[in-house]
């Protein structure tokens, strides 16, 4: 049995390990989405979480390359396990083995519903790949006023007692395991205040996560809610002239559509030369979105000259380029956003109406 884990394990392995196994369930969904006999409701579902877990795969990333991770939320953990298990069930299927819901706690609240998900993933598909054919994966949800527990349990052939101890310091005993889940999946857990220990069982592997109940204050928040609605969207942008500095003529169809449709209109620049010479030419511009690498020759100088030529525009960049880089091209420019590569109209959008509400009156 895979003491599920090996190696030291840096920030980016894991971070590699959790966008693989968000990889292995979208291609799972992708092939089902492919199959010629597939209804339409059934092609419409399978779409539906393959673009979920391509969205979590992409957040992974983003993350890993040092982008502010989405503000943690707090779920009912039935929901979030039965998230999980709706994604897996391809996997469950070609092994041959079902999942269970038991227990009366799916109602209590936990915090930290992303990261948490990606446990519960590392923990069931290791689950699967050690479940004979027609058994049965055991997911219990139980509470108290203070704490949650979800344990899975399997059917396979449990843990070595010789290796039970060290089932956390990062081996593998499965072919192809890069051993770094358990350990990595104990950290996030213990990031979140809880734990993950093995239970002692009579037959198969039993894992249980640990985690303190989500405390529902009555307090206002001092966090603002961001809006999201592509009506409220559409508000923010419509009416507005955008230039878009960008060499990948994807990316820029991609915002000249989605920008298009909230009433926007895009002005798109292809190369830093082009870029110089229509600025005197360009006319009221309210946003700018550049890329670095149609101005790498001159990042600098660029810059400067949209700031001097377009003083009301505020300046969205939208590259993956190094934080320290970030860092020194917003400082003392309050009206600067910086949104990472790869990423979605809804976070242009949301940058460019935060710096439209910073525009002098």
């Given at each position: 049995?895979?003491?599920?884990?090996?190696?030291?394990?840096?920030?980016?392995?894991?971070?590699?390990?959790?966008?693989?196994?968000?990889?292995?369930?979208?291609?799972?969904?992708?092939?089902?989405?492919?199959?010629?006999?597939?209804?339409?409701?059934?092609?419409r579902?399978?779409?539906?979480?393959?673009?979920?877990?391509?969205?979590?795969?992409?957040?992974?990333?983003?993350?890993?390359?040092?982008?502010?991770?989405?503000?943690?939320?707090?779920?009912?953990?039935?929901?979030?396990?039965?998230?999980?298990?709706?994604?897996?069930e391809?996997?469950?299927?070609?092994?041959?083995?079902?999942?269970t819901?038991?227990?009366?706690?799916?109602?209590?609240?936990?915090?930290?519903?992303?990261?948490?998900?990606?446990?519960?993933?590392?923990?069931?598909?290791?689950?699967?790949?050690?479940?004979?054919?027609?058994?049965?994966?055991?997911?219990?949800?139980?509470?108290?006023?203070?704490?949650?527990?979800?344990?899975?349990?399997?059917?396979?052939?449990?843990?070595?007692?010789?290796?039970?101890?060290?089932?956390?310091e990062?081996?593998t005993?499965?072919?192809?395991?890069?051993?770094?889940?358990?350990?990595?999946?104990?950290?996030?857990?213990?990031?979140?205040?809880?734990?993950?220990?093995?239970?002692?069982?009579?037959?198969?592997?039993?894992?249980?996560?640990?985690?303190?109940?989500?405390?529902?204050?009555?307090?206002?928040?001092?966090?603002?809610?961001?809006?999201?609605?592509?009506?409220?969207?559409?508000?923010?942008?419509?009416?507005?002239?955008?230039?878009?500095?960008?060499?990948d003529?994807?990316?820029?169809?991609?915002?000249?559509?989605?920008?298009?449709?909230?009433?926007?209109?895009?002005?798109?620049?292809?190369?830093g030369?082009?870029?110089?010479?229509?600025?005197?030419?360009?006319?009221?511009?309210?946003?700018?979105?550049?890329?670095l690498?149609?101005?790498?020759?001159?990042?600098?100088?660029?810059?400067?000259?949209?700031?001097?030529?377009?003083?009301?525009?505020?300046?969205?960049?939208?590259?993956g380029?190094?934080?320290?880089?970030?860092?020194?091209?917003?400082?003392?420019?309050?009206?600067?956003?910086w949104?990472?590569?790869?990423?979605?109209v809804?976070?242009?959008?949301?940058?460019?109406?935060?710096?439209?509400?910073?525009?002098?009156?």
């Open positions: 049995m895979e003491d599920r884990d090996r190696g030291s394990g840096t920030g980016a392995a894991e971070a590699l390990h959790d966008v693989s196994n968000a990889l292995t369930v979208l291609l799972g969904w992708l092939e089902e989405a492919a199959r010629d006999e597939l209804p339409p409701e059934e092609l579902r399978a779409i539906a979480v393959a673009t979920r877990k391509a969205r979590e795969a992409r957040t992974l990333a983003r993350e890993a390359i040092g982008a502010t991770p989405p503000r943690a939320m707090a779920r009912p953990v039935g929901d979030l396990v039965r998230e999980v298990l709706d994604g897996l391809i996997e469950a299927a070609r092994a041959g083995v079902v999942f819901i038991e227990g009366d706690g799916a109602a209590a609240e936990v915090d930290g519903a992303a990261a948490l998900g990606h446990v519960i993933t590392n923990l069931l598909l290791n689950a699967i790949a050690f479940s004979p054919a027609a058994s049965t994966i055991h997911v219990r949800l139980s509470s108290d006023e203070r704490r949650v527990r979800i344990e899975i349990a399997d059917e396979g052939p449990g843990v070595d007692p010789g290796v039970a101890d060290a089932l956390f990062g081996r005993s499965r072919p192809g395991g890069a051993g770094i889940g358990l350990r990595h999946a104990r950290d996030m857990v213990r990031r979140l205040g809880g734990d993950l220990v093995h239970a002692t069982a009579s037959a198969g592997a039993t894992f249980e996560v640990r985690l303190p109940r989500h405390v529902v204050s009555n307090a206002p928040s001092d966090v603002p809610r961001r809006t999201s609605s592509s009506a409220s969207m559409k508000s923010i942008v419509n009416g507005t002239r955008v230039l878009v500095v960008e060499d003529r994807a990316v820029c169809a991609l915002l000249d559509a989605g920008l298009g449709a909230r009433g926007a209109e895009v002005i798109a620049i292809h190369d030369a082009s870029l110089h010479e229509r600025l005197a030419t360009l006319g009221p511009i309210d946003a700018v979105l550049l890329d690498s149609p101005i790498a020759s001159d990042v600098q100088g660029s810059i400067s000259a949209v700031r001097e030529a377009l003083p009301d525009a505020g300046i969205v960049f939208i590259s380029s190094a934080v320290a880089l970030e860092q020194d091209l917003t400082a003392g420019h309050p009206r600067t956003r949104v990472r590569k790869p990423f979605e809804g976070e242009i959008t949301q940058a460019i109406g935060e710096i439209l509400r910073l525009r002098p009156r």
